[in-house]
């Protein structure tokens, strides 16, 4: 059984910095994708960033890129979303998923897996 649990979130402000974690287990292969997403309130879901196990990763657009990092460690199967110079507009409930591909698209379609969020609140 494939369980995915988010941890890290929480309350910061504005221009502060915060590391979500993603812990995987049950997955039966290697050749697997991880993407964050986040809820904003009111809002989709939208895709934030996503890396495969060999480390290609992909991101939302330029301005996530350069304040977000997402990693992996593979010995440990979690995925870390570095985020840094966080605004107001950054506030929403962040969820990690998976999908069994090395191909890492910006999408929030075709993952199988998800967990169950992480809320990130940031104050102006």
């Known amino acids: 059984q494939v369980q995915l649990v988010e941890s890290g979130g929480g309350l910061v402000q504005a221009g502060g910095s915060l590391r979500l974690s993603c812990a995987a287990s049950?997955?039966?292969?290697?050749?697997?994708?991880i993407g964050w997403f986040r809820q904003r309130p009111g809002k989709e879901r939208e895709f934030v960033a996503a890396v495969n196990w060999g480390g290609s990763s992909r991101y939302r657009d330029d301005s996530v890129k350069g304040r977000f990092t997402i990693s992996r460690d593979n010995s440990k199967n979690t995925v870390y979303l570095q985020m840094s110079s966080l605004t107001p507009e950054d506030t929403a409930v962040y969820f990690c998923a998976a999908r069994y591909t090395m191909v890492v698209v910006p999408s929030t379609s075709g993952y199988d897996y998800w967990g169950q969020g992480t809320q990130v609140t940031v104050s102006s």
């Open positions: 049950g997955l039966t292969s290697s050749m697997y994708t």
